[in-house]
């Protein structure tokens, strides 16, 4: 029906022909009035009819039925704007001024939030120049504390008055209404544009003070407020706000803040100033870095050391502090190595440079005992270095607990190995034995735990106590490194000049294993003893026992050194015996087999004959034959 109506024939208008009849014009309102109630009846609520309606009772000069009809609209829908507008905009074309006063009271009554009305209000007495009405209608409407274009009218209403006063005293109002930077800096500049520059401070330093708790919004007025101490000349304010603005908002807020600091120090600052601006820059940088991934440990290494260089403790403390708050993202060993360095670095700062030994204490607590997941990885460099900082404390007992602590939870060969390293050197030579002896009962396998037992026995000048200890050690049904024992044990023996006591061992140790080694180290030993027959019979029996487990290679190299043993101690006939022995080199051919069983071809390859070789290769049985048979050609043409 709405679009029906708007879309009709415009209504017709009067005839343009003066109507003198009375009647006439009389029914022609009549007619018109009765369509226009028709048309509201249809539609009740479609208020374009009843603006048309009271505009043309308007016409007719009929206020008061148009009056009434506005009236009538405004029970339909009394929120509608523009109804009101139009009815207040009726009274002022007909000059009802108070008409249009009352309708204004009745809706900012009523519809206080919007501002259309107050604006039109306001605008009426201001151009009837009702200068003390328009006060009071600012002072209703900011009771109701609307949106800052409202304020700022205000504002500029009484600055265009002059009232320089009254536009300060709005002002104070205003920056508490809306607690924001901007409002703040119009009331600063007004004061800064009036001259009033201590008041403007004043403002400055109030706007810091009601915004304290909000930081992040602060950088656009730390920034205004350098400037304007910068346009005062006062260098120095300026250069302090920046640094304090600097060291308060974050980083990531404060990218604008850094670089209007940066321009100002350009202009203004001296060479030192300058260094002062290129660490901010990297301490900008490096807050970027760290922000984007707070587990990059390298660039919290740089960051500390940035600080380290200024000197200043607290702001060194809290990098380390931010930095272990992040744990490295993965479980693995691997990922936490950089991570316990910056541990272990903000441990020795505190002890080497603050000197707050509690603090200290207190990070080495925390990383072993809540950081680090020791059922998964240790560090045993950690447990050692707590120890040893309570040692250097004095703290004797700490330390020790420290190391009962570490190999209670992860018994290690260098935990172990630091804490006998302690009390040797505090000469505790009781815990240190208690120390091996239950080192040894937890890896009874290792050799360096017996070794390293037997020579504080030996340095001790406790030979039998040393002796039974390596003879405990060598009786083990399994061990990492036999060898080292079985050396150690010789030269034991051979340094306290227990010759037999070592031959005794050698010859334990060759039914043990019959390794090459073994007998060049015998036959050597009793060379050094002044014994070459000895020597001469080992080289003997050595030679056949590899010989008949088909140890070629092990041949040779005892061979060689049998020549070079003979050269040295022997004579002739026992050095041609040697060399009567030389092996030769010969070049062979053999399969290649890949790891799936597949023919790969043939390769190349070295082995040694020796003279006492039983099963000699063809290709030697026949240079051997036909060698013969020419030396036998030969005799015979001798003999003819």
């Known amino acids: 029906m709405r679009e029906a109506w708007e879309r009709q024939e415009p209504e017709p208008k009067p005839p343009r022909q003066k109507i003198t009849d009375i009647e006439e ?127 700022n009218c205000y ?59 909000d930081v992040t ?103 380390y502090e931010r930095a272990i708050a992040h744990l490295p993202p993965s479980s693995e060993k691997l990922f936490w190595k950089r991570y316990i360095y910056i541990w272990i670095n903000y441990a020795l700062f505190e002890e080497t440079e603050t000197k707050d030994y509690e603090r200290t204490r207190q990070i080495y607590k925390v990383l072993l005992f809540k950081i680090i997941p020791h059922k998964k990885f240790t560090f045993k460099k950690l447990w050692i270095m707590a120890a040893f900082f309570e040692l250097r404390r004095q703290n004797l007992d700490g330390a020790r607990k420290i190391f009962g602590h570490g190999i209670g939870m992860v018994p290690s060969e260098k935990l172990y190995s630091a804490y006998i390293e302690m009390e040797m050197q505090l000469g505790n030579i009781d815990r240190a034995r208690t120390l091996y002896e239950k080192w040894i009962q937890w890896t009874p396998a290792n050799c360096q735990a017996w070794t390293k037992f037997a020579d504080l026995e030996s340095n001790l000048q406790e030979n039998e106590r040393a002796r039974k200890i390596l003879e405990l050690a060598i009786q083990q049904p399994s061990l990492d490194m036999p ?77 060689e050194s049998w020549r070079d043993f003979e050269q040295e101690h022997g004579t002739k006939s026992s050095q041609e015996g040697v060399i009567s022995n030389l092996p030769k080199r010969v070049k062979k051919r053999r399969k290649i087999m890949t790891a799936d069983g597949q023919d790969a071809g043939f390769e190349e390859y070295y082995d040694y004959i020796f003279p006492d070789s039983k099963n000699l290769p063809s290709g030697l049985k026949l240079v051997e034959a036909s060698a013969k048979w020419k030396e036998q050609a030969q005799q015979q043409q001798l003999v003819q």
């Open 217 to 319: 919004d602060q950088a656009e007025l730390y920034i205004a407020f350098a400037d304007f101490e910068e346009r005062q000349k006062e260098f120095e304010r300026a250069r302090t706000i920046y640094r304090y603005a600097l060291d308060r908002i974050p980083k990531d807020k404060a990218r604008e803040l850094f670089n209007k600091f940066i321009q100002f120090e350009k202009q203004h600052g001296d060479r030192e100033a300058i260094e002062h601006i290129i660490v901010g820059k990297r301490r900008f940088q490096y807050e970027e870095l760290v922000a984007s991934d707070p587990t990059n440990y390298d660039v919290w290494f740089n960051y500390i050391r940035l600080e380290e260089q200024y000197g200043d403790a607290e702001k060194v403390r809290e990098i």
């Open 483 to 559: 060898e080292l024992i079985w050396k150690f044990y010789i030269d034991f023996e051979i340094q306290n000049g227990q010759f037999d006591h070592a031959r005794a061992l050698y010859k334990r140790l060759i039914l043990k294993t019959k390794h090459v080694k073994v007998w060049i180290s015998f036959a050597k030993f009793e060379t050094s003893i002044g014994r070459p027959n000895a020597a001469r019979e080992i080289y003997k029996e050595g030679f056949q026992t590899l010989k008949s487990n088909e140890l070629t290679e092990e041949r040779v190299m005892l061979w």
């Open 25 to 151: 014009l009389m029914e022609y309102r009549m007619r018109k009035r009765t369509e226009f109630e028709n048309a509201i009846r249809q539609k009740r609520y479609s208020l374009s009819i009843w603006l048309r309606y009271s505009k043309w009772e308007e016409s007719q000069h009929e206020f008061e039925r148009a009056r009434s009809i506005y009236e009538r609209a405004l029970g339909v829908d009394y929120k509608n704007v523009g109804v009101w507008l139009k009815y207040a905009e009726f009274e002022i074309r007909n000059k009802n001024v108070d008409h249009a006063r009352n309708i204004f009271d009745r809706v900012i009554q009523l519809l206080p939030r919007v501002n259309q009305f107050w604006f039109k209000y306001i605008h009426t007495e201001d151009m009837l120049a009702n200068y003390s009405s328009v006060r009071q209608l600012y002072e209703r409407w900011m009771e109701w504390e609307p949106d800052q274009f409202a304020w």
């Open 155 to 213: 504002v500029k209403w009484e600055t265009r008055n002059g009232e320089i006063d009254r536009v300060r005293a709005v002002y104070k109002r205003y920056v508490m209404c809306h607690r924001i930077p901007r409002t703040w800096l119009r009331f600063a500049k007004f004061e800064e544009r009036q001259g009033e520059i201590a008041r403007a401070r004043e403002v400055y330093e109030q706007a810091f003070e009601v915004l304290k708790d």
